[in-house]
């Protein structure tokens, strides 16, 4: 456990984060907002797990439900909170499920490997979505050495996992609009994202202004052909369309012990080649590497903090999670795969 630097006394969050304080016990100020909302979690989790049955009803009703061949497209990428996601969405809640993969250049082979076998195992299509790697390579290698995001955006997310995001959301809105699938699944743990967000329907004008902010910056370092990734006008036009955002583990019970097993018995692997954040991809390790060097903190804090806070993971769990030692043989190999090596 680090004891160099000063860190909230009841999550994680270091002196390093952006807008910290502490009183005089050392707890940080997001500690504190949060304290008495404890009690409010449990009815919230159930709120939203009843919002989903009702959300589940109407789309089962709907006249159109027999002519669509999806209920929900699944962002699956191989790691296991997505693995553990899309076993609920199928076997728990019994929808009718497309997996939608991205390959961004780095996915681990043994992650690549559980993608096939837990899609043939759970009996569920899946598609498999490859960029060309030359525009992905310079958007890439720009993420690490650049710098295009809101500052707030930095305090969840590396630039690098922050763009390579923006693709996959972007593919699988753009997917679930033109095959007129209701809903798209995330695989977001307790701690990346809000219990407020777990069900959102996407909002044309706001789905526009978030792809903005992606669509002029990817034309400019990689070209023009990365529009192709992201809505037109056409998908606007068509607002009746839209999905909805779910990520059912925000509700779900949360168990990484439970989970492993689970989805163990899907064939799942755990992958040997990987940091220690992550459980599908090699440039995970660059991308913590350099928002580290960069911002002084990790960029997995704020979710693992979450967790420490909502009591899903003890304090000592949360430090194990990201102080593992930066595996510079990981990064190497990134920063050269990336053109990267003599310049950092």
């Not at 598609?127 to 995001?149: G, H, M, N, T």
Request: glycine share 6%; proline share 5%; charged share 25%.
């Amino acid at each position: 456990m680090p004891s160099t630097e000063r860190r909230c006394t009841l999550c994680i969050l270091p002196a390093t984060f952006p807008n910290i304080s502490f009183d005089e016990q050392g707890r940080c100020n997001y500690c504190r907002k949060a304290a008495g909302r404890k009690a409010q979690v449990s009815e919230e989790k159930l709120r939203y797990k009843e919002k989903f049955t009702e959300l589940l009803a109407a789309i089962s009703d709907h006249p159109s439900r027999r002519a669509r061949p999806y209920d929900i497209l699944m962002a699956y990428s191989g790691g296991k909170d997505s693995t553990y996601t899309l076993c609920l969405l199928k076997r728990q809640f019994g929808l009718r499920v497309l997996a939608l993969s991205f390959d961004n250049g780095f996915v681990s082979e043994t992650a690549m490997a559980n993608i096939r076998r837990v899609t043939e195992s759970l009996g569920v299509d899946h598609i498999l979505f490859a960029p060309r790697w030359d525009a992905l390579k310079k958007i890439f290698s720009a993420s690490a050495r650049e710098e295009f995001y809101p500052g707030k955006a930095l305090e969840r997310a590396s630039t690098i996992c922050t763009s390579c995001m923006g693709i996959v959301k972007s593919v699988c809105l753009k997917t679930a609009i033109e095959m007129d699938i209701p809903m798209i699944g995330y695989g977001w743990s307790p701690g990346q994202a809000p219990l407020q967000s777990s069900i959102m329907k996407n909002n044309p004008a706001l789905a526009k202004a978030a792809q903005r902010a992606f669509l002029g910056t990817f034309a400019q370092i990689a070209g023009g052909g990365t529009r192709a990734w992201f809505l037109n006008e056409r998908h606007y036009r068509a607002p009746g369309r839209f999905p909805y955002n779910i990520h059912p583990m925000a509700w779900e019970p949360y168990n990484e012990e439970t989970i492993f097993k689970e989805i163990e018995g899907l064939g799942w692997i755990f992958p040997e080649d990987t940091d220690s954040n992550s459980t599908n991809c090699l440039l995970n390790a660059l991308g913590n590497h350099v928002h580290l060097e960069k911002y002084g903190f990790h960029p997995y804090i704020w979710e693992i903090s979450n967790m420490v806070r909502d009591g899903i993971m003890t304090r000592e769990e949360g430090f194990r999670k990201f102080s593992a030692p930066v595996n510079h043989e990981q990064v190497k190999i990134a920063k050269r795969k990336l053109g990267l090596a003599e310049e950092q």
